[in-house]
Protein backbone atom coordinates (compact mmCIF):
# COMPACT_ATOMS: atom_id res chain seq x y z
CA UNK A 1 0.00 0.00 0.00
CA UNK A 2 1.41 3.07 -1.31
CA UNK A 3 0.23 6.76 -1.77
CA UNK A 4 1.12 8.73 -5.36
CA UNK A 5 4.10 10.74 -3.84
CA UNK A 6 6.17 7.79 -2.52
CA UNK A 7 5.22 5.93 -5.84
CA UNK A 8 6.31 9.17 -8.10
CA UNK A 9 9.60 9.10 -5.54
CA UNK A 10 10.88 5.89 -5.44
CA UNK A 11 8.82 2.86 -6.19
CA UNK A 12 8.02 3.60 -10.17
CA UNK A 13 11.70 2.26 -10.20
CA UNK A 14 11.02 -0.61 -8.08
CA UNK A 15 8.06 -1.44 -10.60
CA UNK A 16 10.90 -2.12 -13.02
CA UNK A 17 12.73 -4.55 -10.65
CA UNK A 18 9.81 -6.37 -10.21
CA UNK A 19 8.95 -7.07 -14.09
CA UNK A 20 12.55 -7.95 -14.80
CA UNK A 21 12.86 -10.87 -11.84
CA UNK A 22 8.96 -12.06 -12.14
CA UNK A 23 9.71 -14.21 -14.40
CA UNK A 24 12.04 -16.33 -11.55
CA UNK A 25 9.20 -16.44 -9.10
CA UNK A 26 7.00 -19.23 -8.89
CA UNK A 27 4.46 -17.48 -7.49
CA UNK A 28 4.37 -14.31 -9.43
CA UNK A 29 1.26 -13.10 -6.37
CA UNK A 30 2.35 -10.05 -5.70
CA UNK A 31 0.36 -6.48 -5.30
CA UNK A 32 1.34 -2.88 -5.14
CA UNK A 33 -1.64 -0.77 -4.42
CA UNK A 34 -1.33 2.84 -5.13
CA UNK A 35 -3.89 5.45 -3.83
CA UNK A 36 -3.78 7.99 -6.30
CA UNK A 37 -5.39 11.66 -4.96
CA UNK A 38 -2.79 14.06 -6.52
CA UNK A 39 -1.65 15.13 -3.06
CA UNK A 40 1.12 14.97 -0.78
CA UNK A 41 -1.55 14.31 1.21
CA UNK A 42 0.14 13.48 4.73
CA UNK A 43 2.32 16.62 4.45
CA UNK A 44 -0.66 18.84 3.31
CA UNK A 45 -2.35 17.07 6.79
CA UNK A 46 0.76 17.31 8.88
CA UNK A 47 0.28 21.60 7.75
CA UNK A 48 -3.11 21.92 8.65
CA UNK A 49 -3.20 20.14 11.57
CA UNK A 50 0.11 20.61 13.12
CA UNK A 51 0.94 24.35 11.89
CA UNK A 52 -2.58 25.06 11.06
CA UNK A 53 -1.70 26.23 7.91
CA UNK A 54 -4.06 25.85 4.68
CA UNK A 55 -3.06 23.78 1.82
CA UNK A 56 -0.06 25.46 0.01
CA UNK A 57 -0.92 23.63 -3.76
CA UNK A 58 2.34 24.94 -5.10
CA UNK A 59 4.32 22.16 -3.75
CA UNK A 60 1.43 19.91 -2.23
CA UNK A 61 -0.71 19.15 -5.47
CA UNK A 62 1.57 16.44 -7.91
CA UNK A 63 0.87 15.14 -11.39
CA UNK A 64 -1.96 12.61 -12.39
CA UNK A 65 -0.11 9.50 -13.17
CA UNK A 66 -1.75 6.28 -14.66
CA UNK A 67 -0.16 3.49 -12.56
CA UNK A 68 -1.84 1.33 -14.17
CA UNK A 69 -1.17 1.87 -17.60
CA UNK A 70 2.71 2.21 -16.59
CA UNK A 71 2.66 -1.43 -15.12
CA UNK A 72 1.08 -2.57 -18.09
CA UNK A 73 3.77 -0.77 -20.07
CA UNK A 74 6.61 -2.82 -18.18
CA UNK A 75 4.77 -5.83 -18.56
CA UNK A 76 2.73 -6.10 -15.08
CA UNK A 77 -1.43 -6.34 -14.90
CA UNK A 78 -2.79 -2.71 -14.21
CA UNK A 79 -6.22 -2.19 -12.69
CA UNK A 80 -7.66 0.80 -12.13
CA UNK A 81 -10.50 1.73 -9.54
CA UNK A 82 -12.59 4.80 -9.20
CA UNK A 83 -15.45 3.50 -7.64
CA UNK A 84 -15.71 1.66 -3.90
CA UNK A 85 -17.94 -0.42 -5.41
CA UNK A 86 -15.73 -2.20 -7.24
CA UNK A 87 -13.11 -2.10 -4.57
CA UNK A 88 -13.70 -5.90 -3.87
CA UNK A 89 -14.18 -7.20 -7.31
CA UNK A 90 -10.60 -5.31 -7.75
CA UNK A 91 -8.87 -7.20 -5.15
CA UNK A 92 -10.02 -10.24 -6.35
CA UNK A 93 -9.20 -9.95 -10.03
CA UNK A 94 -5.69 -8.56 -8.64
CA UNK A 95 -5.17 -11.75 -6.34
CA UNK A 96 -6.20 -14.08 -9.25
CA UNK A 97 -3.53 -12.52 -11.70
CA UNK A 98 -0.89 -14.94 -13.03
CA UNK A 99 1.68 -11.79 -12.99
CA UNK A 100 2.42 -9.22 -10.61
CA UNK A 101 -0.20 -5.79 -10.38
CA UNK A 102 -0.67 -2.71 -9.97
CA UNK A 103 -3.78 -1.79 -8.16
CA UNK A 104 -4.36 1.83 -8.76
CA UNK A 105 -7.33 3.60 -6.66
CA UNK A 106 -8.21 6.79 -6.98
CA UNK A 107 -8.93 8.52 -3.99
CA UNK A 108 -10.03 11.86 -2.27
CA UNK A 109 -7.50 13.96 -0.92
CA UNK A 110 -9.84 16.00 1.11
CA UNK A 111 -10.50 13.31 3.40
CA UNK A 112 -8.51 13.78 6.33
CA UNK A 113 -6.52 10.75 7.28
CA UNK A 114 -7.49 10.82 10.90
CA UNK A 115 -5.75 9.67 14.02
CA UNK A 116 -7.43 7.42 16.55
CA UNK A 117 -7.87 10.62 19.02
CA UNK A 118 -7.15 14.32 18.72
CA UNK A 119 -5.12 16.50 21.30
CA UNK A 120 -6.75 19.85 21.61
CA UNK A 121 -4.02 21.75 19.87
CA UNK A 122 -4.37 19.77 16.34
CA UNK A 123 -7.97 20.53 16.88
CA UNK A 124 -7.30 24.28 17.36
CA UNK A 125 -4.95 24.49 14.44
CA UNK A 126 -7.19 23.04 12.21
CA UNK A 127 -9.82 25.01 13.68
CA UNK A 128 -7.53 28.26 12.96
CA UNK A 129 -6.35 27.12 9.47
CA UNK A 130 -9.82 27.24 8.11
CA UNK A 131 -9.70 30.60 7.62
CA UNK A 132 -6.53 31.31 5.90
CA UNK A 133 -7.98 30.69 2.94
CA UNK A 134 -7.48 26.38 1.86
CA UNK A 135 -8.51 25.77 -1.44
CA UNK A 136 -11.14 23.11 -0.93
CA UNK A 137 -12.41 24.10 2.33
CA UNK A 138 -15.71 23.51 1.90
CA UNK A 139 -15.84 20.13 1.01
CA UNK A 140 -12.51 19.54 3.18
CA UNK A 141 -15.37 20.30 6.26
CA UNK A 142 -18.20 18.32 4.97
CA UNK A 143 -16.06 15.13 4.59
CA UNK A 144 -14.42 15.47 7.74
CA UNK A 145 -17.84 16.13 9.53
CA UNK A 146 -18.92 12.87 7.70
CA UNK A 147 -15.55 11.14 9.19
CA UNK A 148 -15.59 12.01 12.55
CA UNK A 149 -19.81 11.32 12.70
CA UNK A 150 -19.47 7.77 11.32
CA UNK A 151 -17.06 6.95 13.86
CA UNK A 152 -19.65 7.71 16.98
CA UNK A 153 -23.05 7.74 15.29
CA UNK A 154 -24.84 4.41 15.49
CA UNK A 155 -25.80 2.50 12.21
CA UNK A 156 -23.60 4.29 10.18
CA UNK A 157 -20.72 2.77 7.71
Known amino acids: LVGDG ?34 LNQVT ?13 ASQTIPNVPYHKFAELIGL ?34 VPPLPPFFTFQ ?10 KGDPKERHLLVDTARQVLSSVLPGSK
Open 122 to 131: QVQNFMSMLG
Open 6 to 39: AMQMNNMAELITVSKYMHRWSNKTWICCVFNNED
Open 45 to 57: WEQRVMEGNPKFE
Open 77 to 110: KGIYVDDPDRMGAAWDEALASSVPVVLEVKTDPE
